[in-house]
């Protein structure tokens, strides 16, 4: 079908509506810059695969770690401070993660990786 069900005004909302505000979306990301670039890519992969409340299953956000961020979790799982973090999440109240959480996550590993020591490690000649 070309609509969907908008609940809220029970109206039924034409696709091409959602098409073109993606569009001018992705538009307006070839003027940012790659940082811009990085956090934006991470919200939409973060939107595209919450729930309908903007929040993430624990099992989503365990699965994106392993699709969309193996390379900075890879040879992690051995380390204590790897295993604490999933401990937290496995123990956050709830059983999701808005996109803070998500974002704290990410950092939380990105920090303590394999990856970005080696990146620290290359000396870049300016």
Same mark, same amino acid.
Request: net charge negative; charged share 30%.
């Given at each position: 079908?070309?609509?969907?069900?908008?609940?809220?005004?029970?109206?039924?909302?034409?696709?091409?509506?959602?098409?073109?505000?993606?569009?001018?979306?992705?538009?307006?990301?070839?003027?940012?810059?790659?940082?811009?670039?990085?956090?934006?890519?991470?919200?939409?992969?973060?939107?595209?695969?919450?729930?309908?409340?903007?929040?993430?299953?624990?099992?989503?956000?365990?699965?994106?770690?392993?699709?969309?961020?193996?390379?900075?979790?890879?040879?992690?799982?051995?380390?204590?401070?790897?295993?604490?973090?999933?401990?937290?999440?496995?123990?956050?109240?709830?059983?999701?993660?808005?996109?803070?959480?998500? *974002?704290?996550?990410?950092?939380?590993?990105?920090? *303590?990786?394999?990856?970005?020591?080696?990146?620290?490690?290359?000396?870049?000649?300016?």
């Amino acid at each position: 079908s070309l609509e969907r069900y908008n609940s809220r005004s029970g109206e039924g909302l034409f696709l091409t509506q959602d098409i073109s505000l993606h569009i001018s979306s992705l538009l307006a990301l070839r003027k940012c810059s790659d940082l811009e670039k990085a956090i934006a890519t991470t919200a939409l992969i973060f939107r595209n695969s919450s729930d309908s409340d903007g929040k993430l299953e624990k099992a989503t956000a365990k699965d994106l770690l392993q699709t969309q961020f193996g390379n900075f979790t890879e040879g992690q799982e051995t380390k204590p401070k790897y295993r604490e973090i999933l401990s937290e999440l496995d123990e956050h109240t709830e059983n999701k993660l808005d996109f803070e959480d998500f *974002m704290i996550l990410l950092l939380s590993i990105t920090v *303590m990786s394999d990856l970005l020591q080696n990146i620290w490690s290359v000396k870049i000649m300016k």
